[in-house]
């Protein structure tokens, strides 16, 4: 399955500043994902990363506040904006295997671990 | 859109006991099922996936069980050592189209040495 590097692993932030998390893949993939947990819950998702076009977000999350960049089949940046209390959280992006071999199956990065003061 | 609901919240069992985690999902379409395993401070790692087109799969001490018909899919562990401990999450996904993960709201496993 794939191998993903995410970065920061965690970060405390200002309000109102913004904070862009990073993460590489190491081998090329069409499908990313981008997640949010927040603390003892489940895993909601913010958004599916398209190479070379717009991202994709579910409800009740907007490109303004998170901003997703998808320049390669490798590599995926998300930005949270204007930040406030309330997104702290743990972000993920995952990937969707891109062979018959693994079944298909997404993996996970470790997670960045925003708090925001 | 795709609902799935998993139960328990909590789980606790004497080690070398059996473990078993229910979901449900609404959307007959899905067609993909995976488990993740999460522990503290970590990213899920998935421990087991199944297909709609298969009943049942099996790993060493772990296995999942497919009821297509009513919608519902289980986790089992068996012989559950204390490294077993941690949070799972059931997930399906597989709508035409779509290849977005649903997940439940998760398990936390405490196997008691």
């Known amino acids: 399955s794939a191998v993903i590097s995410q970065k920061p692993s965690r970060d405390i932030c200002q309000r109102g500043t913004s904070l862009t998390i990073q993460c590489q893949v190491d081998?090329?993939?069409?499908?990313m994902f981008w997640y949010r947990q927040q603390p003892g819950q489940s895993l909601t998702l913010i958004a599916t990363a398209n190479q070379g076009s717009e991202a994709t977000y579910e409800s009740g999350f907007v490109i303004d506040k998170f901003p997703i960049s998808r320049p390669n089949l490798t590599f995926s940046t998300l930005t949270v904006s204007n930040m406030s209390p309330e997104d702290s959280s743990i972000y993920l992006c995952?990937?969707?295997?891109?062979?018959?071999?693994?079944?298909?199956?997404?993996?996970f990065g470790s997670g960045t671990r925003l708090t925001v003061v | 859109g795709e609902n799935v609901e998993q139960h328990p919240s909590t789980l606790s069992v004497q080690e070398g006991d059996s473990a078993v985690i229910k979901c449900t999902y609404s959307?007959?379409?899905?067609?993909?099922f995976p488990w993740y395993k999460q522990e503290l401070g970590k990213g899920p790692q998935l421990i087991i996936d199944?297909?709609?087109?298969?009943g049942e799969k099996k790993d060493q001490r772990i296995a999942v069980t497919l009821n297509k018909t009513a919608k519902h899919f289980s986790l089992h562990i068996t012989e559950t050592q204390p490294e077993d401990s941690a949070v799972y999450f059931c997930a399906a996904s597989g709508r035409a189209g779509s290849y977005q993960l649903t997940f439940g709201k998760g398990t936390k496993l405490s196997v008691i040495p």
């Open positions: 959307d007959s379409a899905s067609n993909y």
């Open positions: 081998s090329q993939v069409t499908m």
């Open positions: 995952s990937v969707r295997g891109a062979s018959r071999g693994s079944n298909y199956g997404y993996t």
């Open positions: 199944i297909r709609s087109n298969v």
